[in-house]
């Protein structure tokens, strides 16, 4: 089974129009975080949001939210006010702990968000 | 405070050599992780340094080899070069090794096996 699936292979959103990407994810260790990261065209991998497993509340970053609905396994990431710079990929990922103390952590297959002037 | 960097940016091998690529830690951080992404995926773990050791590995085979050094930099050694090796190689450091925590990655260097 896919530890991190993101369903949305791309995406279209209206400039200034807020935008949901998609993220579920499997895990049965109680502690866990989930990441959201931009890839821009360049290459670079873009630190956007973490939410823990423990957190009670949603992470928000700025223009960045992130939906955590611990029961359903979700974690969608919300852009608010979408700008052009924001297109590029968006991986959801997430952080487990394995024996010998190590974090691993696992990318979704990304979505290409395109912003539309 | 400095980002994560990596060296070379872009790198084109021979099917069947040896290469060697860089990370530089953030500031602070101790555990350095390494991840190979191919083209139009995402990135997948290789292995991660912790205090100059290796403390997990992903589906690599032994060919891929690593070291840390005590300033926390890092270094990605491949040898026995194939043409699938070809790929974006991203690594990233955090502060904390065991538990959940962000982590910071650096600009990658492109690998292109002929």
């Known amino acids: 089974a896919q530890k991190i699936t993101q369903t949305q292979p791309g995406m279209f959103v209206q400039e200034k129009e807020a935008v949901t990407l998609d993220c579920t994810y499997d895990?049965?260790?109680?502690?866990?975080?989930l990441f959201w990261y931009k890839q821009p065209s360049s290459g670079e991998m873009i630190f956007l949001i973490y939410?823990?497993?423990?957190?009670?509340q949603n992470a928000t970053e700025g223009r960045y939210s992130l939906n955590f609905q611990k029961a359903r396994k979700s974690a969608n990431l919300v852009i608010s006010a979408s700008q052009l710079g924001d297109s590029a990929m968006y991986f959801c990922?997430?952080?487990?702990?394995?024996?010998?103390?190590?974090?691993?952590?696992?990318f979704g297959t990304g979505t290409k968000l395109q912003v539309i002037p | 405070e400095t980002g994560v960097t990596q060296s070379p940016t872009h790198l084109i091998k021979t099917r069947g050599q040896q290469v060697t690529l860089r990370c530089s830690s953030q500031?602070?951080?101790?555990?350095v992780s390494w991840y190979q992404q191919a083209l139009g995926q995402g990135p997948q773990f290789i292995f991660q340094?912790?205090?100059?050791?290796?403390?997990g590995r992903g589906n690599f085979p032994p060919r891929f080899s690593g070291l840390q050094f005590p300033n926390y930099s890092s270094e990605l050694n491949v040898n026995a070069l194939e043409l699938d090796d070809s790929a974006l190689y991203l690594c990233?450091?955090?502060?904390?090794?065991?538990?959940?925590?962000?982590?910071?990655f650096g600009p990658g260097t492109r690998l292109t096996v002929t």
């Open positions: 990233a450091s955090s502060l904390v090794a065991g538990g959940p925590g962000e982590q910071y």
């Open positions: 340094y912790y205090r100059e050791e290796e403390n």
């Open positions: 500031s602070g951080h101790n555990t």
């Open positions: 895990t049965s260790d109680p502690s866990y975080g």
């Open positions: 990922a997430m952080s487990e702990r394995y024996s010998g103390g190590y974090q691993k952590v696992t």
């Open positions: 939410q823990g497993s423990y957190d009670q």
